[in-house]
């Protein structure tokens, strides 16, 4: 009680080592969906070569080979080399390799949506942190305290009352025959007891009642 403090100071904090571990969690699950994707430290997922990911250049290099043994089948079929039902098994085989190659395309999509999931998951789970601190809005004086350590919080409970003290700030009544004779923006003088002199003041706003 009565202590100054400054704009930014920390009145208090919460038990920071939830946050911290959620912090941690957040980190690892971004690291885990970078790494699905072949991403290094400090790539952006914006410059990523969809085709180059490890994933969709293994299909890719099986879909190239289906396609080679395809058409050597193709090649032999027209001579009657090999016959009908061994070209339909790598036909078929071709469909398959086609059709794994996009949904490794689809895929990688899939896992860069994930990424972002995680990107956004990180960032709240940091402001979570940021906000288990709570610090001096302006420069001030402490009038109460309403916690003590080790309590718990509520959400919306107030953890300090905190008075600032300049500019002051002076709030009154008129009679309503005087209010026609004030306005906004007005000096004033304030008398206040025990000083000795008037503090200067301006009207900076007037109710309507």
Same mark, same amino acid.
């Given at each position: ?41 400090? +790539?952006?997922? &914006? ?13 890719? @290099? ?26 339909? +098994? ?16 689809? &895929? ?42 080790? @309590?718990?919080? /509520? ?24 209010? &026609?004779?004030?306005? &906004? ?11 000795? /002199? ?12």
């Amino acid at each position: 009680l009565g202590s100054v403090v400054r704009a930014g100071e920390m009145l208090a904090s919460l038990e920071p080592a939830e946050f911290d571990m959620r912090v941690q969690q957040a980190e690892a699950q971004l690291e885990q969906a970078r790494a699905a994707l072949g991403l290094p430290p400090g +790539q952006d997922e &914006s410059t990523l070569d969809r085709l180059h990911v490890p994933t969709v250049l293994q299909q890719r @290099v099986l879909w190239d080979e289906a396609r080679a043994n395809w058409e050597r089948a193709e090649g032999l079929g027209r001579d009657l080399v090999i016959p009908a039902e061994e070209m339909q +098994q790598r036909k078929a085989l071709l469909d398959v390799a086609a059709a794994r190659y996009e949904s490794a395309r689809h &895929s990688v999509d899939e896992a860069v949506a994930l990424l972002r999931v995680r990107q956004a998951e990180l960032a709240m789970a940091r402001q979570a942190k940021a906000n288990a601190v709570v610090r001096a809005p302006f420069d001030g004086i402490v009038e109460q305290r309403y916690v003590a350590p080790g @309590v718990y919080l /509520q959400v919306g409970q107030p953890v300090v009352l905190l008075v600032k003290m300049d500019p002051l700030r002076f709030r009154a009544g008129v009679p309503e025959r005087e209010a &026609s004779r004030l306005a &906004s923006g007005q000096s004033l003088q304030v008398m206040v007891e025990g000083e000795q /002199q008037p503090l200067a003041a301006k009207i900076t706003r007037m109710s309507p009642a």
